[in-house]
């Protein structure tokens, strides 16, 4: 009887390989079925951007508006804003602004009550060809506006007190003109002072009023700081994903018939 | 029939038989095994690396709210309200899993809802007075928030 010994072999080798046809394909399989998970969402977001150009955009409407009405011009504001919600619709956002009241700032960085007392109102200045500070309220610290050279010493200091006076310090011998108006507003033009300095306020988180500064800095640039009434803004931006709500406070240009009493 | 002990062939038909079942069966269920073993570990490995992928967009996305809450905030302003949708998908690797935001440890933790589960931990930073309310969501159908909130400065996930 012939010995059939081929037949055994065969299976076997028939089972290992179907044994590795099924690894190899595992293999391959996983590699598909897992990285369709890997899709995720990604790209950066441009809601910041978005709103900042928006506050930016609308202050700018705002300032002008004022300039021209200082009841603001609410025919103008309402054509800004019916604009602006075209622009941004195109790129998918839906936005609204509302304004509130009109309002006096405090002498602070931001013009809020919480912002910063202490601050540098301008850096590095040459020449102050025009200055105005007219103070609305006061309740009772030492409010001072100074100049402060590069080893911080002042060089001319204008404070106003509790009899409500503006007391001055080497200030007539700093300007060529100096002109207090009534016991809450004052001018000043043209000052003299050769040296570098900057221009700082002490105290300014109990005082409301406004104030402008104008003339050219160190590099010959010129710069006109000002802040005369300020008014909050709401802005809503909505996307398909993000909303947001923010309460602004825009400063509007000073108006000089503010003193007028 | 071939006698089963006193033959001289060597080769029994139905042993041969026996034989070569047992050892296909034998091998079959070891590959099957280190098949579900390759499964579970790829499972593992594409849960971790899914993971630091959504971890990580939910830490940048906490890190732009708090950047856009701080320089509101810095111009005097206030943020009123936030809502910044996160995109969750309901299932990574087939297995449920859930969110946690940990405040005292200020890390964003994924974990899967499997026997053996897998965790993956990162850190977020915020730079402003908000903070991030701790708490565990379990993923589902709905759409996920971040959300602000003005009254107590906490950013939620929900």
Wanted: aromatic share 10%; net charge negative; charged share 15%.
């Amino acid at each position: 009887m012939q010995i059939f010994d081929e037949d055994g072999q065969l299976l076997l080798a028939a089972a290992f390989s179907i044994a590795i046809l099924v690894l190899v394909s595992t293999v391959l399989l996983n590699s598909i079925i897992f990285t369709s998970n890997i899709a995720a969402e990604s790209g950066s977001d441009t809601m910041i951007y978005k709103n900042n150009n928006l506050i930016q955009a609308t202050t700018n409407a705002y300032q002008n508006a004022y300039e021209h009405d200082i009841g603001l011009n609410q025919t103008y504001l309402s054509d800004f804003e019916s604009n602006l919600k075209r622009m941004y619709a195109q790129e998918g956002y839906l936005i609204s602004t509302r304004q509130h009241d009109i309002f006096t700032p405090y002498f602070t960085e931001t013009g809020m009550p919480g912002g910063a007392g202490d601050w540098i109102v301008v850096k590095n200045v040459k020449t102050v060809k025009n200055m105005v500070f007219e103070i609305e309220s006061f309740d009772g610290t030492d409010f001072e506006v100074k100049a402060l050279d590069s080893n911080n010493n002042s060089i001319w200091s204008i404070s106003y007190s509790y009899d409500g006076s503006f007391e001055l310090d080497n200030v007539d011998e700093s300007f060529d003109n100096v002109d207090e108006i009534g016991n809450s507003t004052i001018r000043l033009s043209n000052g003299n002072d050769p040296s570098v300095h900057n221009i700082v306020i002490r105290n300014g988180s109990q005082v409301t009023g406004y104030y402008l500064i104008e003339g050219t800095l160190d590099n010959s640039v010129e710069y006109h700081e000002q802040r005369g009434k300020m008014i909050n803004v709401t802005f809503n931006i909505n996307s398909a994903r993000h909303s947001t709500s923010t309460t602004i406070p825009i400063s509007l240009p000073f108006n000089y018939s503010n003193n007028e009493a | 029939m071939k006698k089963l002990v006193n033959d001289e062939n060597a080769v029994s038909v139905s042993v041969g038989y026996i034989l070569t079942f047992a050892i296909t069966a034998l091998v079959i269920v070891l590959i099957m095994g280190s098949f579900f073993m390759l499964v579970e570990q790829t499972e593992n490995r594409v849960s971790y690396d899914e993971y630091k992928v959504y971890a990580n967009l939910i830490s940048n996305q906490i890190s732009e709210m708090d950047r856009f809450i701080y320089s509101i905030e810095s111009q005097g302003g206030a943020v009123n309200s936030m809502e910044y949708e996160v995109k969750l998908p309901l299932t990574i690797a087939g297995n449920y899993y859930t969110v946690e935001l940990c405040n005292s440890s200020e890390e964003i933790i994924f974990t899967s809802q499997t026997p053996t589960s897998t965790q993956f931990r990162t850190p977020y930073s915020i730079n402003s007075n908000t903070e991030i309310a701790s708490g565990i969501i379990y993923v589902s159908h709905k759409n996920h928030y971040l959300i602000y909130d003005n009254e107590t400065k906490m950013i939620i996930l929900e």
